[in-house]
């Protein structure tokens, strides 16, 4: 009989070690009646800010949504660009499209998956010539690693854009001694359920040391709240809050991060010492502490080695199966000069291994032995 599959996330195991703690804190919302905009919302953007260093948390109903109202309250529309990875999420690409913006796409990094700043440099030339005026970045912090905001930053200040983290997979994660979300104008990230820090739902938050800027996306979040409170409407917003219940789930959560961050950087040290020879795994830049959102490897004959270890009942998945600049929803979207060959390489070989603080060296071991056997190790 074929051992039973490993899961890929296994949210079960982290209920379980909380034991009880998720079911009361959301029966205590439930019985408290406050479910829009209840207590623990604030309480939750207070430990946030306290966790990452930032001054102003913003809870929001997503990490898609953090990102479109970051956009809105910098302005950012029609005849606007705005520079993004071709290696990312649809969400990053999404947002300022949805507001009128021209997404750029860059090319990323071979070895962090990550915008790389020398194709960034040639997207912000090129946009000017399409007649677009060059406004913000949105560099994403992929799989869990933050990108190079140096490099990022002193192209954008050269060239007066804003930068937004996209730090929907990096939340925990940290880079020059500063946490995921401390790293630009403005942060967005994401509490989707596998998420390093995920709710049971939608939710995401924004994060910024400026305060004019916190004012502006509280009001946005709230149908553009003013001083006179929720009939006063004073700008155009929307229903963009975080859910009480959410809220109360996520600060039971964010209070064992710091240990699940730990585990999570023993499963990646145990994979890089048995894969090491046999793939190419990860590499974390100087400085940098992942979040470890996912562990991926790059594999010439990926879709033979998927298959196999299906075959042994172990999941991997692929992040992602097409370049973002190629998907039919961003076609005709302008691209750097420097192409975007690395973002479509990865494409073909990405394969993504079950991480999670939970992940048993016994069950490590079944995908490492099986992945030794599938690349003829
Ligand atoms: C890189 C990136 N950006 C943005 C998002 C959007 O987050 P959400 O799913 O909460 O809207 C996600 C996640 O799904 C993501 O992975």
């Known amino acids: 009989m074929a051992p039973a599959p490993i899961p890929f996330v296994d949210l079960a195991a982290q209920r379980r070690r909380l034991s009880g703690r998720i079911e009361a804190a959301v029966q205590r919302v439930i019985e408290s009646g406050a479910y829009i905009m209840g207590p623990q919302v604030a309480e939750l953007e207070q430990r946030l800010a306290a966790h990452t260093g930032v001054a102003q948390v913003v809870s929001c109903a997503n990490g898609t949504q953090a990102i479109e109202l970051i956009l ?10 705005v520079f993004v990875p071709a290696f990312t999420f649809a969400a990053t690409a999404e947002a300022p499209a949805w507001h009128g913006a021209t997404p ?4 990323v990094e071979p070895e962090t998956f990550n ?17 677009l005026k060059p406004k913000a970045v949105i560099p994403v912090d ?4 933050p990108a ?32 995921a979300g401390a790293h630009a104008d403005a942060a967005a990230t994401s509490f989707y359920p596998a998420k390093p820090l995920g709710c049971y739902g939608d939710g995401g938050a924004m994060l910024t040391d400026d305060a004019d800027l916190a004012a502006r996306l509280r009001s946005l979040r709230f149908h553009g709240m003013g001083g006179g409170g929720q009939y006063d409407n004073v700008q155009l917003g929307t229903t963009g809050r975080l859910d009480t219940i959410q809220a109360a789930i996520l600060l039971e959560k964010l209070a064992i991060l710091d240990q699940e961050q730990a585990a999570r950087q023993r499963v990646a040290d145990r994979y890089g010492a048995a894969l090491g ?14 979040a470890w959102a996912q562990y991926t490897l790059r594999l010439p004959d990926r879709d033979r080695v998927k298959a196999e270890l299906a075959g042994h009942g172990i999941p991997t998945m692929i992040y992602y199966p ?33 991480i999670h603080p939970y992940l048993e060296p016994a069950a ?6 099986a992945l030794r056997r599938a690349l003829g190790a």
């Open 72 to 81: 809105r309250a910098w302005e950012i529309g029609r005849g606007d660009a």
């Open 104 to 107: 750029v796409f860059c090319d």
């Open 115 to 131: 915008l790389d700043p020398a194709s960034l440099e040639a997207a912000i030339g090129h946009a000017a010539t399409l007649g």
């Open 142 to 145: 992929l799989f869990g690693v």
């Open 148 to 179: 190079d905001y140096r490099a990022i930053g002193a192209i954008a200040r050269q060239h007066g854009l804003r930068v937004l983290q996209d730090a929907a997979q990096s939340y925990g994660a940290s880079r020059d001694g500063r946490r």
């Open 277 to 290: 020879n046999l793939a190419i795994t990860p590499r974390t830049p100087e400085g940098v502490a992942s």
């Open 322 to 354: 097409k370049a973002l600049a190629d998907q039919a929803a961003f076609a005709g979207s302008p691209v750097s000069p420097t192409g975007i060959p690395v973002s479509r390489q990865l494409t073909a070989e990405v394969l993504a291994l079950p």
């Open 364 to 369: 490590q071991d079944r995908v490492i032995e």
